[in-house]
């Protein structure tokens, strides 16, 4: 039996089925250090709370005396289809001075990409501007370096980072439903020889600089391949017919079981 599309957002087939329609995908917490092993190098600053999604997180805090930086290796992708998304809450005495997240192919220590490197990153600077980029040793991608992406200090941001094979554009909201406040940089390109360098297996998240630095990442996931793999609009409806349940999808990578009233 095939899956069956009885219009265009409602689909019928077994349960085998709808989990062919799920992205090859990492959707757990990159702070589980059950899975992942974390180093943290330079300024002793960094500190990692194990937990799945969502507790785990890594915390960057204190005065730096150089710069400071914690990694782990992660499942790969060289792609410019993906969704990455992560949560930033920022300390009431971050300086904002050149904090850090990024997904790389090499190991970041305030480093930009030589030979086949490449990384995606989220920065913070200087105290007044937040701004993204997408960079190969050949040529750099970046939103506009502004205050647009430096979020108030005590609060929290909820982030999605999305290519959908052509472009990429950065994403943020205030709740963690991310449908309220939205920020965005719009649509981005990607330096022209992405694919052809290495595939991204990093990710680290660090401050360099001579201020302080007071914050929070956690909730970090990376699907590879999500919107070419799966393809449907928010909302399609998929019924079991060997297990009799209803699953209605999140336009992302999730099938949320319905329940009947």
């Known amino acids: 039996m095939a899956i069956k599309y009885l219009d265009a957002k409602r689909l019928q087939g077994t349960n085998a089925e709808r989990l062919t329609l799920v992205p090859n995908s990492i959707t ?6 059950s899975n992942y092993t974390w180093t943290t190098a330079g300024d002793s600053g960094n500190t990692i709370t194990n937990g799945d999604d969502p507790t785990g997180q890594g915390a960057s805090a204190g005065t730096l005396s150089t710069t400071r930086r914690s990694y782990t290796t992660i499942p790969s992708g060289n792609t410019k289809t ?10 009431g005495s971050d300086e904002a001075n050149n904090s850090i997240l990024t997904l ?3 190991l970041w ?3 930009t990409p030589t030979g086949d ?3 995606i990153k989220f920065q913070c600077s200087n105290g007044d501007v937040g701004f993204w980029r997408a960079q190969t040793a050949t ?20 982030y999605t980072v999305t290519g959908d094979g052509t472009n990429w554009k950065a994403q943020s909201w205030s709740d963690s439903d991310r449908t309220t406040d939205e920020e965005t940089t719009g649509d ?29 990442v956690s909730d970090v996931s990376v699907l590879w391949d999500t919107v070419s793999t799966v393809n449907l609009p928010n909302g399609t409806i998929f019924n079991e017919t060997d297990a009799y349940k209803y699953f209605m999808w999140d336009g992302t990578d999730t099938w949320n ?3 009947s009233s």
Do not use: C, H
């Open 104 to 106: 790389a192919n090499f």
């Open 257 to 259: 079981q319905m329940v």
């Open 139 to 158: 040529a750099s991608v970046t939103s506009t370096q502004d205050g647009t992406f430096l979020q108030a200090t005590g609060t929290t941001r909820y």
């Open 188 to 216: 981005l390109g990607f330096p022209a020889d992405w694919t052809s360098t290495d595939a991204i297996d990093n990710l680290t998240f660090g401050s360099f600089g001579t201020e302080s630095s007071d914050f929070v």
């Open 28 to 33: 757990e917490n990159f702070f589980n250090t």
């Open 82 to 91: 993906f969704v990455w998304k992560f949560t930033w809450a920022r300390g």
């Open 109 to 111: 220590n305030d480093s």
């Open 117 to 119: 490197e490449k990384n």
